[in-house]
């Protein structure tokens, strides 16, 4: 299977501790997204990579989320000192641009469902 | 006021009927606008990319309103494949990714 990956695919935790998520894109993909979504909502931008170098942030993302793409190649998340309100499904999707400009189709991962108790 | 607005549904049609849904945007200078399907605890699944002149895949037709801002979706002669979960997608920018808005989605439901 080339398509996106996600690991783990469920999380549950508590309250206070820190998790951490896994993308890895489809191989030829520059760029990398992550979403949040909540039930009945759509998907939500977090943050995205062009490469290595993470280019937005939304306002959604508190200082206790950070995201890494140090190869430019694979993803992770981190929430630190989770909290009840960030149980989500954790989407990744990925892309291929040639410009700045370009409209690129996004594929996405199956994500990862985190339940913070 | 959303920036991007669906029905939630849901819709619930007879196989074979033919269907249709609107999304509405409130920003003028969007720049691109998809369609996207999602099945119930999956991911999300480009259906169609939405084109000024309007397009069509099979028994899929989207269309564009800039004057009214909404872009709609029809299905013809449906089947009870296509329940799921209508997602569209609106880009507000070129080049910015915070600018891609997701609706709140279509359920969709086809009965036999």
Not at chain 2, 72 to 82: A, F, H, M, P, T
Request: some cysteine; charged content about 20%.
């Amino acid at each position: 299977d080339t398509g996106v990956s996600q690991n783990p695919r469920h999380k549950i935790t508590k309250r206070g501790q820190n998790v951490t998520f896994r993308c890895d894109p489809i191989s030829e993909h520059n760029r990398l997204y992550w979403y949040r979504q909540t039930l009945g909502q759509g998907p939500e931008f977090l943050t995205y990579f062009q490469n290595e170098a993470q280019l937005e942030k939304s306002r959604l993302l508190s200082d206790r989320f950070s995201a890494e793409r140090p190869k430019g190649s694979f993803s992770t998340l981190e929430i630190q000192r989770t909290e009840q309100g960030d149980s989500a499904m954790y989407l990744c999707a990925s892309s291929l641009s040639y410009t700045a400009e370009s409209t690129d189709t996004q594929y996405f991962g199956p994500g990862t469902r985190l339940t913070v108790l | 006021r959303k920036e991007v607005e669906q029905d939630p549904g849901p819709f619930n049609v007879p196989e074979g009927a033919t269907v249709a849904f609107n999304c509405t945007y409130s920003n003028s200078a969007s720049q691109s606008f998809f369609w996207y399907r999602q099945d119930c605890r999956k991911e999300p699944k480009l259906l169609m990319s939405v084109y000024s002149s309007g397009n069509e895949d099979g028994r899929f037709t989207a269309q564009l309103n800039r004057a009214s801002q909404y872009i709609s979706l029809l299905i013809r002669d449906s089947k009870l494949s296509d329940s799921a979960t209508y997602l569209c997608v609106v880009l507000g920018e070129y080049s910015s990714a915070s600018k891609i808005i997701f609706g709140s989605g279509t359920r969709l439901s086809i009965r036999p």
